[in-house]
């Protein structure tokens, strides 16, 4: 099995120096890659990662999040997506090409208050980010519990490859949308959502370890009320 | 209050200064330490104690010295008030606003005072007239007149020659009683302090930036300093940053221009 | 740190009498909107003194010295914020001086950068502050309120440690060429120092029990 080194750094730490891809929250200085946040840094043959465990959600295109509509004006809605920059769902991409301000009625669709999942579709420095409910999964979510964790937990919510969010799911048969923006909804029966949100809060609270995903496996697999 | 640079510098421009200071040129053909001329004309003001107009390049200033008496600090009982205060006027830039002081003027003042303060300049105790009851209060007034870089030591020249030009009403005290004499004194000035700010720009430390340099510099430091080459104030300013190194050849650079300029101020305001 | 649970993020340094909230909201949306920078983030700061923070009451409203003490403490943070990231929005950074003592400026930076890495907002590095001054014509590291006023002179420092870059630099006093060398030495030498408690703060909150080392990936 592949090795990775893990490091514990906070911003201004060297992360490891010379070549290696990178990704983000990483910053090259010369030949030394450094930490831009706290975080668990990963360097294995793929490159150097870092995991932060605090951070705001800034929108990136292609994300999955989501929101709440807080407005409707003539053209769209307004979506929360719990960032600093607001969403906004513009009416054409969901009434069509033939959209028309003075014949569609905005609200028939979604009014303020509803919870939706939303893809986002643009995102630059110049405009908020555009979402779109188009594809597979998307758009209104009228029931569930909404859960919001820290967006710098959210791929450890995922696991790798889905693993950690496909055990919850199995173990507590709750349906689990995970939006990158921090929200996530469970839908399922009563005990199950119960169970999954406590073990997600709990996933929200701990920060990383090497052996989170045993102890979420352990949580799972003991008591219904999850204490 | 906004952190848009007023002054935007092109691009081409900023380069081509990059390119020359890395000869050891500037734009205006001077030298990295070489401050641009500087006029000093004091007693213009006829109602102040004390006054004069300095020019620096394009940079124009007027400080205008008011003595009065009052109570002084608590913790001071022994010794006299002075204060510096300084405003952008609108009419010294097509970006100045009229309002209150900005924190930039408000800046300007406390490094200008500091340095005044720090130095000893003035001997406050000599303006003590009773102990803890009446004290002179010496308050100096910058009117900035026209923004071309570097008001910081426009600002402080011009604050220290009509310091050193202003003349005080004498008291007496008398049966506990303070009287008004005839006759004027001096305010007792001990020490001319200079102020010598730098703009770094790239790897560069210029002296006395004009407001086309400060719009392309990376940050500001000013270092002032007494005649027997103490340093008695400083101030980093902007939001960048400047090695320990540069610090020190900071340090070194506002000594020695520091001295010529002082010169300049003691026989402008004999 | 973390002690404000509405902030974004939080730090509280205690430093001699010092007692400073450091708090970061944000990034967020800029009101009034001319104030927005389209290129990066605008940090606000303001340093602020409880008026039963010092011997004889404050007034609250803010002092001269306390809006050039913001502006300072602004330009010595935003060398460390990668504000290129965040455009069109606004980072606020609250400095509360509940109890002061001497060298509050620089406890309050070194409480802000902490409280900023706290909220997860993008760092070059951390700052650190140590203030400097002379005491009997001796360089002395730290001095406290009363030290401060018997002295003849302080120097507020920040850095950058990492980057080996001065961020704030603020001299009153009286200090020889030698003197000025040695104290602002010894300013970024202690600040170093306190750069390890900082460091052991945030280590504290985020890894508390945690192991690094290698380990085997985990399998899919």
Redesign the interface.
């Known amino acids: 099995m592949p090795m990775i080194e893990r490091k514990q750094v906070i911003p201004g730490d060297v992360i490891a120096r010379g070549n290696h891809r990178y990704g983000s929250y990483i910053e090259k200085r010369g030949d030394e890659l450094v930490a831009l946040r706290v975080g668990l840094a990963e360097l294995s043959q793929e490159g150097v990662r870092l995991n932060p465990l605090t951070g705001p959600y800034i929108p990136r295109a292609e994300d999955q999040v989501i929101g709440k509509v807080v407005d409707i004006n003539g053209f769209g809605w307004v979506v929360d997506i719990n960032s600093c920059f607001d969403g906004f769902l513009p009416a054409s991409f969901v009434f069509g090409r033939e959209f028309s301000p003075a014949t569609h009625d905005l609200s028939s669709k979604f009014s303020v208050g509803d919870v939706i999942g939303a893809r986002i579709e643009s995102f630059d420095r110049s405009r908020d980010p555009q979402l779109s409910i188009r594809g597979h999964g998307y758009g209104k979510i009228s029931e569930g519990e909404i859960i919001k964790i820290s967006p710098a937990k959210v791929p450890r919510l995922i696991g790798r490859r889905g693993s950690m969010i496909n055990l919850i799911s199995e173990r507590t048969g709750c349906d689990v949308q995970v939006g990158q923006n921090g929200v996530v909804v469970v839908m399922g029966p009563p005990d199950g959502i119960a169970k999954a949100s406590s073990v997600i809060k709990m996933i929200d609270r701990e920060t990383h370890g090497a052996s989170l995903a045993a102890r979420v496996e352990e949580y799972l697999g003991g008591g219904a009320d999850g204490s | 209050m906004?952190?848009?640079k007023n002054y935007v510098v092109e691009t081409i421009r900023k380069a081509q200064m990059v390119e020359l200071l890395a000869k050891g040129r500037r734009v205006d053909e001077r030298s990295p330490d070489e401050h641009r001329p500087l006029t000093i004309q004091t007693g213009v003001i006829q109602k102040a104690n004390g006054s004069a107009i300095v020019t620096l390049g394009n940079t124009e200033v007027l400080a205008g010295v008011k003595v009065a008496t009052g109570a002084p600090f608590p913790?001071t009982p022994d010794k006299g008030l002075l204060v510096v205060n300084a405003e952008i006027l609108p009419l010294a830039s097509p970006y100045a606003e009229p309002g209150p002081p900005s924190?930039e003027a408000?800046?300007l003042?406390?490094v200008v005072d500091?340095g005044v303060?720090?130095?000893?300049m003035v001997d406050l105790t000599k303006l003590c007239i009773i102990e803890g009851k009446t004290v002179y209060t010496v308050f100096v007034d910058v009117n900035i007149m026209n923004v071309d870089g570097n008001l910081f030591d426009a600002t402080s020249y011009a604050v220290v020659s009509a310091l050193r030009t202003a003349k005080m009403k004498k008291y007496a005290v008398e049966n506990d009683k303070v009287v008004v004499k005839d006759d004027v004194v001096p305010v007792p000035v001990e020490k001319t302090p200079v102020s010598v700010t730098m703009a770094r720009i790239g790897d560069v430390l210029v002296v006395d930036p004009s407001s086309e340099e400060e719009a392309a510099m990376d940050m500001r430091?000013t270092?002032t300093t007494?005649d027997?080459?103490?340093?008695?104030?400083?101030?980093?300013?902007?939001?960048?940053?400047?090695?320990?190194a540069h610090?020190?050849e900071a340090?070194?650079t506002s000594?020695r221009v520091g001295k010529a300029i002082r010169a300049q101020i003691i026989e402008a305001t004999k | 740190m973390g002690l404000l649970k509405n902030a974004d993020g939080s730090a509280y340094i205690n430093w001699g009498k010092n007692k400073i909230m450091a708090a970061v909201y944000g990034p967020k949306e800029v009101h009034p909107k001319h104030q927005v920078l389209p290129d990066r983030a605008l940090l606000r700061t303001r340093y602020h003194m409880a008026p039963f923070s010092v011997d004889e009451r404050k007034n609250p409203a803010p002092s001269r010295r306390e809006i050039e003490i913001s502006k300072v403490i602004r330009e010595a943070l935003v060398p460390a914020v990668t504000v290129e990231d965040y455009p069109r929005t606004a980072i606020e950074v609250w400095v509360e001086v509940l109890q002061s003592d001497g060298g509050s400026r620089v406890a309050g930076i070194t409480a802000a950068s902490l409280a900023l890495a706290d909220a997860g907002i993008n760092m070059r590095d951390l700052v650190v502050g140590c203030s400097c001054g002379i005491i009997d014509s001796q360089v002395v590291a730290d001095l406290d309120d009363t030290e401060d006023k018997e002295g003849s002179g302080d120097m507020p420092v920040a850095i950058m440690p990492n980057l080996n870059q001065v961020t704030l630099l603020q001299v009153d006093g009286m200090y020889s060429r030698a003197d000025f060398q040695k104290a602002f030495e010894l300013a970024i030498a202690k600040g170093k120092e306190v750069y390890g408690m900082q460091r052991e703060a945030l280590m504290k909150r985020f890894f508390e029990g945690q192991e690094a080392g290698m380990v085997e990936e985990e399998s899919a």
């Open positions: 906004s952190m848009k913790d924190e408000i800046e003042a406390r500091r303060r720090e130095s000893e430091i270092i007494d027997d080459g103490n340093v008695c104030a400083s101030q980093k300013g902007e939001a960048s940053t400047i090695t320990p610090v020190l340090v070194d000594i």
